[in-house]
């Protein structure tokens, strides 16, 4: 009898990363041949003198659906679609004839004078709508292709830009709202900020990226840029040889695939700081992946090289030279969020205003500009948490200045909620958005802080709660105590309404938390939108009952039992 075997199948050939200095630049998908074919900054002419001209019908769809976004302009959401219908329609069928546009607003940095033309494009172009974005900028919605050179005239005219605001490219530079200012600020980003701004944004060879790219600068002990989610971070510190500058980290960002950023363990001076950001936005460029762009931020290749390798590819291929080693920084000591009255290295203060889920107007943000100037100031900032900093207010003047901002929905002593609310766009207006956002949010803090209204002495110090509309995270619903992720969920009268996944206990550079953590989700966890306020309270009732004396939220919901996060 003759024994028969079956052949071994041979391996299947790995298929390519898209990774231009392995794979070569060859498109391997209809992404990579949109930016291949023409690369998205040159799309401005176009808006220009066509589109401008002949009005949205005129589009051409690589144009519409890619390269738009290089300059900051995304098509909004139609109308009245429901979340339902978010992953059946396709983009032309969910998007309106309109448009939001993100100013971008490098280090958060304003000037009353550029407020006031944001705030008065706004009510122009805008239907006075403007948010506040956990990422610094100023984003508009209703705008008219037929408008936006006009708006960026008026922009440009003040130091401002849409560049590179969204698409595949180096997004806004993250930056701590107190560069400068405060009194311990470990060293000011302000001048590194500005340099890789003035050398990098807007270049051709850094504007076809595998997908967006993340960065955050900051010198301020509290690390106040969410910097362990951004796709590199320079934090503030000290070496005991070469005096301030910057740990460098990089490979963060959240998503569906959340993963904290790394130290590369280097010390990077001023001096080399744009270089070394060269170095790293370069070796995305160069080996990131690009055949699948759900695999296309850096955090991937980073996972699969490791901390050690990623250093010596930027020393090695990028830089020239060596980095030295470098200290880690130190803990953070108080809250990065800027809220409220403090005082700055001059004597002078400066106040931090918490708008409504980040949702302001441009009325309001023209009332702002006028009520700084009337203070004798004329400097804002942007921050990372949908906040807006009045900056070198005079001792005499806080008081009424705290007022004033009070009138027109800006709140410098906000509520526990209030302060920790963040929220996205939401199906108002993004298309791939499941559920409400901002108004879910603003109605929940509200009927929230009723609920617990008698629980005042018994809450924690802090408590992030934020709210995003799909799985992007745009909200970092990982990093939040309280994280809510939109989706449709089936109550229990068999109904499809709109709902929420829970995520609890993530945290970023928390001095109550000690180390970053993603958020814990509870298996089978859902939440009816309408239902949010009374989870809030239970769960937070829950913690006040069982947690250790100085324990954080972000600690207990990490060891507590499934039932009590019910």
Known sequence: MTQTTTPARPKRAAKPNGQWKIDG???????????AADNGLNVRQR?????????FDSIDPGDLHGRFRWWGLYTQRAQGIPG????????EELEDRYFMLRVRIDGGALTTEQLRVIGQISTDFARDTADLTDRQNIQLHWIDVVDVPEIWQRLEAVGLHTTEACGDVPRVILGSPVAGISKDEIIDPSPVIAEISRRYIGKPEFANLPRKFKTAITGHPSQDVVHEINDIALIGTVHPELGPGYDLWVGGGLSANPRLGERLGAFVTEEQAPDVWE?????????????????ARLKFLLAEWGTEKMRQVLQDEYLGY???DGPVPEQPTEAGDHSGVNEQ????FYIGLTAPAGRVSGTALTGLADLVEAHGSTRLRTTPHQKIIALDIAEDQVKDFVGSARALGLEAYPSLFKRSAIACTGIEFCKLAIVDTKDTMIDAVAKIEERLADHEGKLPRQLSLHVNGCPNSCARIQTADLGFKGQLITNEQGEQVSGFQVHLGGTLAGFEN?????????????????????????????????????ESFAAWAHR????ELK
Request: aromatic content about 6%; proline content about 5%; cysteine-free.
């Open 514 to 550: 000690g180390e970053a953590a993603l958020g814990r989700t509870v298996r089978g966890l859902k939440v009816a939108a309408d239902e949010l306020p009374e989870y809030v309270e239970r769960v937070v009732k829950n913690y006040s009952a069982s947690a250790t004396e100085g």
């Open 322 to 324: 060596e980095l030295p």
């Open 560 to 563: 507590a039992e499934e039932d």
């Open 345 to 348: 290295k001059d004597g002078k």
């Open 279 to 295: 170095g790293v936005v370069s070796i995305f460029r160069d080996y990131g992946f690009r055949r699948l762009r759900n695999r």
């Open 25 to 35: 630049p060859t498109p391997l998908n209809a992404n990579e041949e949109m930016k």
């Open 84 to 91: 339902g219908k978010t992953a059946t329609l396709t983009p």
């Open 47 to 55: 808006i220009e003198e066509i589109y401008s001209k002949q009005g």
